[in-house]
Nanobody
Framework: QVQLVESGGGLVQAGGSLRLSCGASGRTYGMGWFRQAPGKEREFVAAIDWTGSTTYYADSVKGRFTISRDNAKDTVYLQMNSLKPEDTAAYYC??????????????????WGQGTQVTVSS
């Protein structure tokens, strides 16, 4: 069983930046970030394939967020720039246990982190 641990969340003013990190205790294939605001369903934010050559983004974050990974460190990152109050949510890291699949879907992921809170003040 692979354990995922997120870090880097916090409180930031609108227009600011944060970088989230997710460390894995073992190998994962595709990696993704999802977020969940109070009273809302968990939604896709960004994903990256095993090689790091292909990335996917939700329309709401495209051009502002960047996902990357360092396989030597078993770590995935989410650089978040130009943050908006509507980005406020708990952010969850997810890892897939096999190669391929639609990384925009929650059902593709076997491993999940405990979440890290991001709060953007206006």
């Amino acid at each position: 069983q692979v354990q995922l641990v997120e870090s880097g969340g916090g409180l930031v003013q609108a227009g600011g930046s944060l970088r989230l990190s997710c460390g894995a205790s073992g190998r994962t294939y595709g990696m993704g970030w999802f977020r969940q605001a109070p009273g809302k369903e968990r939604e896709f934010v960004a994903a990256i394939d095993w090689t790091g050559s292909t990335t996917y983004y939700a329309d709401s974050v495209k051009g502002r967020f960047t996902i990357s990974r360092d396989n030597a460190k078993d770590t995935v990152y989410l650089q978040m720039n130009s943050l908006k109050p509507e980005d406020t949510a708990a952010y969850y890291c997810a890892g897939a246990s096999y190669f391929g699949g639609n990384l925009r879907l929650r059902s593709e992921y076997k491993y999940w982190g405990q979440g890290t809170q991001v709060t953007v003040s206006s």
